[in-house]
């Protein structure tokens, strides 16, 4: 392999390990808050990329509709809920934040389908329509079993995924999707060409993992959802509301998950179940990181961005059995080397 | 108490009466919702030009939708030979769904033209096989149409980059038995999976060593991802799409990267361009003037469709003199004459089955195409008198 070689396949490397370090640490994020493994993140992804690419058709995306009935299921369990227990007097309130929000955005899609729009205000518009199934999900599938063992919330997660692949099939087809990209400048540097699309990918995920590291170290939410996800007894005593922080998570892991999903829509072919497998990759760097550690799961999805970039190049029909074989020493080592004690089970 | 008599007079009067008149039943399964429903759903309305009456005989048509599933599948094709007794059976549309079908259609002993490729399918030896038919092109055709424009373009190294599932595989495998026997070396074959987001280093890895010819083997939409990388790798060579690529789908994701590019694909898909006195020409543009008229852009797939309804068509007045619609021997009868077609011009090839080829699609049904301007254009067709 000449130096060249190397070069562009380190370089298809990072662009992929950007995108699985974005979706590791939304899922060490939801899983240190919620204890749910949220298996269904890849799906915003693929949600992201064909949402975007129906705005641009000119389509209604049928995602607007899962919105809806998302809020629609959502504020029936709301209503059940205070009824039941007796507090009937905040129902007004608590619909209106459940039901109002999704039926503006739906009305706002409605009018902007037609209108072709600008990318940048297209990309807005998906992220509207994508960003508050996160909470909406959690709010119908995961608050209600908020107490319950890890296992029944992954079991939990695993039918949300199926749920969500299915729909995406019924909304977008068997077909896939390229957005055009975002700028058509390719930069020269040496004899390594990176086009302007990979360099978004960059900086826009870099920004965001700045952004996250200022948000959990500097800000009151931020401290709070660390300090849910560090005890959430704990938390609970000094008035920290674990399901806000719930909504919280995953508001930032749909946030996540869509603009991974329109950052790699115009550099690859993304299909209604591309974003399974994008999801377990950074599944693969979440477990690097011991599903705890940021950093430390950024650097584990670099290690499977690199080693499916390079398996790819020597061992194609190979590649994934390279890639997930990898969590079997990672997790060799880590219950070998941490001391292993049961929580609240 | 008496309307119920009544009832059941009326019914016994209606059942006698569709004994008296006799009817084909043609059963229809196909996949029009699922992965595959692109496929069915362009079927499903090629089959709406069906005849209403053959040879003086009424007939009825009973489709059924199995969403590209296996199992649904095999219980429809149950459904429709025991429950609505059809005659002949048309679909499934994908291969595995074919496949899972054999036992049941060899067990009611009714003929089926199925609508998917089949070597593995179809056999005219095997007890349960001969029952089997199937209208497309299967991949030995679509290879041998490739190498042999590849041979004329002098092309001698080719890389091969095909998606890893059952149709890369099948694909690479023809491809390799075609290519060794003309002397075209292959260099490295290379895989990839159809949710993948990049296929760069497996086309760095086909580029070395510079070969004459890429072979993309891959169908659909999936089948751009490494054709755009290796035009954002700089490839200058020729490359070539497997049939699975020809819809207009992957012209809309591919875009300005397959300009130049060659693609297989039954020669129904460019009627228009085709020589006056090709074969096919006539039903293709018969199909396509109807086709396009009631349903918008033509469907390769639904020429499928099409061409079974045609072989049924023309091999029914012969079994009509064995046995009564409806019954075993008329189903045996018709199986005999399906297996009888000789000289068929159909939309998308001229069918001639024998005992030995169930397929009957012979090298007049495969065409090779260029992309020009984001659209197809007639390159290379088989030689015809």
Not at chain 1, 70 to 89: D, H, K, N, P, Y
Not at chain 1, 94 to 106: D, M, N
Not at chain 2, 92 to 113: D, H, L
Not at chain 2, 170 to 183: C, D, F, I, Q, R
């Amino acid at each position: 392999m000449d130096f060249q070689t190397l070069l562009i396949l380190a370089q298809d490397a990072v662009t992929n390990s950007a995108i699985y370090a974005l979706l590791a640490l939304s899922l060490i994020l939801v899983f240190g808050v919620t204890r749910v493994i949220f298996v269904a993140q890849g799906e915003f992804v693929s949600y992201g990329a064909l949402t975007l690419a129906s705005l641009q058709m000119g389509v209604m995306p049928g995602t607007v509709w899962l919105l809806l009935m998302l809020a629609g299921i959502a504020a029936v369990m709301e209503t059940f809920r205070l009824l039941t227990s007796g507090a009937g007097q905040e129902l007004p309130r608590s619909l209106a934040t459940v039901l109002v929000p999704p039926l503006v955005i739906a009305g706002l899609v409605k009018v902007c389908t037609p209108l072709h729009l600008p990318l940048g205000w297209q990309v807005l518009l998906t992220m509207l329509i994508v960003m508050p199934m996160g909470p909406l999900l959690y709010r119908v599938a995961f608050r209600p079993l908020a107490d319950a063992t890890v296992l029944v919330l992954l079991i939990a997660a695993v039918a949300v995924h199926f749920v969500l692949v299915g729909l995406g099939l019924l909304f977008f087809g068997a077909e896939g999707v390229r957005t055009p990209p975002f700028s058509d400048a390719q930069f020269q540097f040496g004899f390594l060409s990176v086009s302007g699309q990979s360099l978004w990918v960059y900086v826009a995920s870099s920004v965001f993992i700045a952004l996250l590291a200022w948000f959990f170290n500097k800000t009151l939410y931020g401290k709070a959802l660390r300090a849910v996800a560090f005890n959430r007894n704990g938390a609970r005593l000094v008035g920290i509301s674990p399901h806000l922080a719930g909504t919280f998570s995953f508001a930032l892991a749909s946030a996540i998950g869509c603009l991974s999903g329109v950052l790699i829509g115009p550099v690859t072919t993304l299909y209604y179940d591309s974003g399974f497998l994008i999801g377990l990759k950074g599944f693969v760097g979440a477990i690097v990181g011991g599903m705890a550690s940021y950093p430390l799961a950024a650097f584990g999805a670099l290690i499977v961005g690199f080693s499916e970039s390079f398996s790819s190049f020597w061992l194609s029909g190979y590649k994934d059995v390279v890639v997930f074989t990898m969590i079997i020493p990672v997790l060799l080592w880590r219950s070998l080397s941490t001391v292993h004690y049961e929580e609240e089970e | 108490m008496k309307q119920f008599v009544a009832g059941i007079s009326m019914f016994a009067v209606m059942a006698i009466g569709a004994a008296a008149q006799a009817e084909i039943t043609i059963g229809v399964n196909l996949s029009s919702t699922g992965p595959a429903a692109s496929l069915g759903i362009a079927e499903k309305n090629a089959i709406s030009f069906g005849p209403s009456t053959i040879a003086g005989q009424k007939v009825r048509y009973v489709i059924y939708d199995d969403a590209t599933d296996t199992t649904t599948a095999v219980q429809n094709i149950k459904r429709l030979v025991s429950e609505e007794k059809v005659d002949v059976l048309i679909g499934p549309t994908t291969s595995p769904t074919s496949a899972a079908v054999i036992e049941a259609v060899a067990a009611s002993k009714t003929p089926m033209i199925q609508l998917s490729p089949g070597p593995a399918t179809i056999s005219a030896t095997d007890e349960k096989r001969k029952w089997i038919f199937s209208a497309p092109a299967n991949t030995t055709i679509y290879g041998t149409a490739m190498i042999n424009h590849m041979v004329k373009k002098g092309v001698k190294t080719v890389s091969v980059i095909a998606v890893d599932d059952a149709y890369g595989e099948v694909s690479t495998v023809a491809y390799k038995a075609l290519s060794e026997p003309k002397g075209i070396k292959t260099l490295t074959i290379e895989k990839y999976k159809r949710t993948d987001t990049s296929a760069t280093a497996q086309v760095l890895k086909a580029m070395q060593g510079n070969p004459d010819a890429i072979f993309i083997a891959s169908s659909g939409t999936p089948a751009a991802l490494p054709h755009v990388a290796l035009i954002e790798r700089g490839y200058k060579g020729k490359i070539y799409q497997s049939g699975g690529a020809a819809n207009a789908e992957f012209l809309r994701i591919g875009g300005k990267a397959l300009e130049g590019s060659f693609m297989l694909a039954p020669p129904v898909v460019v009627g228009e361009q085709l020589p006056d006195g090709y074969p096919t020409k006539v039903e293709a543009l018969k199909f396509i003037k109807a086709y396009e008229a009631k349903f918008g852009p033509r469907s390769m797939f639904a020429s499928l469709a099409w061409d079974a309804l045609k072989i049924v068509e023309a091999a029914v007045p012969k079994a009509l003199k064995s046995g009564q619609p409806g019954t075993e021997k008329f189903r045996a009868a018709l199986r005999d004459a399906i297996e009888g077609t000789k000289g068929l011009k159909g939309a998308g090839s001229v069918f001639t089955m024998s005992p030995t080829d169930h397929s009957g699609v012979n090298q007049l049904g495969m065409s090779l195409m260029k992309v020009e301007n984001g659209k197809w254009k007639l390159e290379d067709h088989a030689e015809f008198k």
